[in-house]
């Protein structure tokens, strides 16, 4: 066998491995965190409102899109124009617990299971974004977008676009199941820190613009 044919087993192995392990820990998740996440449901619908769920179409393996679920955290206050506030002047002290504690990324644990994003990979970002990629950056989309990532456990939302991206690519070249659960490691202790949520003087993440341009305010 050639060393690419190898390669290439060596790849399909490891897919059918790590969509196997996010079938089994994504079902047993929802049943362990059941309590969990019906507290958390009822929570929003009092401190937040309907809809409880936050729906939003998002990139997924090879930019196929598919409809991301999150907990809402924001509410709907809107200005005099009645045009949406800000972020950090919509996300309330409930809703930033809900990210801090990544209450709020439960519901995608029902993504997992139905095959669209894994436990570990780049996360899931905005449509608008895929024509702002260089060809490099695109590469992100060659496996299916994680809960987690390396992204995450080197800063989470804390770090620049160009690194944060340049990092989800270094996850693609560099996949195996023993950096899985690395990661998966290390995002328990990053979540019970509660750090990096947010880039210093934005509520969440600035908005992706470009490489080279700067941006608004958006969670990705």
Known sequence: MTEANRKVVDTRLYDFVKRALDVAVATVSLIVFLPIILLAAISVRIFLGSPVLFRQIRPGRG????????????????????????????????????????????????????????????????????????????????????????????????????????????????????????????????VLSRKGVSQEGSATMPVFTGTHEPGGKSKG
Request: proline share 5%.
């Open 63 to 190: 930019g196929l899109a598919f409809e991301l679920l999150k907990f809402r955290t924001m509410n709907d206050r809107r200005d005099n124009g009645g045009e949406l506030l800000p972020d950090a002047d919509r996300l309330s002290g409930f809703g930033r617990f809900l990210r801090t504690t990544s209450l709020d990324e439960l519901p995608q644990l029902i993504n997992i299971a139905r095959g669209d994003m894994s436990l570990v990979g780049p996360r899931p970002l905005l449509m608008s974004y895929l024509q702002l990629y260089t060809p490099e950056q695109s590469r992100r989309h060659e496996v299916r977008p994680g809960l987690t990532g390396w992204a995450q456990v080197n800063g989470r939302n804390n770090v620049d676009w160009p690194a944060r991206l340049a990092m989800d690519v270094w996850y693609v070249d560099n996949r195996s199941l023993r950096l899985d659960l690395a990661i998966i490691a290390k995002s328990a202790q990053i």
